[in-house]
């Protein structure tokens, strides 16, 4: 039985979908079999992230009781499958997602990992999401407004008895007046599994000619690099990047004289 893990913020504009197809991607380059689920059924994005959106059958004509689960499951990148959420408000507005758990449960043993992509809120829908999973992955950016919406979401999920493992940081700058990690934690007394530096690159997954996540386009970018690092901790695997030395004296007077070039997983700041 895979791992069913809803990523969750509360506040809109965080990251799910990016880090989904993003962490996805990452799992599946680790060998382990994904399966990513657009439950974002109103807004949904995912698929465009993936250049998808063109797959017929979709998880809005499961839901509707019109199509078989399996005929709505898509190859993806890196061998990773793809049940993409209907884009159409008119299949929208008649969906229900209670029935969202009993069909992920129902393909659940196929996959390592089952990642939803949850819509923003802490409405109907979200819960629909948690309650199909096991875990709750928890998303957040390091301000006020998104920590405090991210909190009600944790509540939300204890509330209906799903755990919640811990949280990624996207959007980390590195700026005065940012939320610490040591404070999201307390705050949200949850293990931080990744930090994921703003990086331009991100942005523009949709501004290319061939929209692609970060992952496939630009693997060593600082914000790739740092999802992977989450993947493996998620997944328990060793990292293979090195971590970030201290600079020594000598090193720094070399390295302004000899401009050293950094690898790009040490760019990404902790
Ligand atoms: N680490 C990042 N650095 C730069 N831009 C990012 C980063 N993460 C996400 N973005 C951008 O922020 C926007 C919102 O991200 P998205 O994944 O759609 O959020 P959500 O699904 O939570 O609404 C997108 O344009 C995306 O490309
Ligand atoms: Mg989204």
Partial sequence: MGRIISLVSGKGGVGKT??????????AKRNLKVCLIDADVAMANLSLLLNM????????????????????????????KFIPSGLSLESYRRVDTERL?????????????????????IEKNVMAAMHASDEVLLITMPTSPAVADVLKAKLVAQRIGIRTTGVIINFFRGEKGEITKDDIMKMLELPVFG???F????????MQQKVA????????????????????KLAGIPTHFKEKKKEGFLSRILSKLFGKKKKPEEQVRK
């Fill in 18 to 27: 990016t880090i989904t197809a993003n962490l996805g991607i990452a799992l």
């Fill in 53 to 80: 959106q063109s797959s017929p059958i979709t998880l809005h004509d499961v839901l509707l009781g019109e199509s078989n689960i399996l005929d709505a499951i898509y190859d993806g990148p890196h061998g990773i």
């Fill in 101 to 121: 758990a009993t069909l992920i449960e129902s393909i659940a043993n196929q996959f390592d990992f089952i990642l939803l992509d949850a819509p923003a809120g």
């Fill in 195 to 197: 930090i994921i530096p």
């Fill in 199 to 206: 990086d331009d690159e991100v942005r523009k997954s949709f």
């Fill in 213 to 232: 996540p970060v992952m496939l386009r630009k693997p060593k970018s600082s914000a790739a690099v740092a999802i992977q690092k989450t993947a493996a």
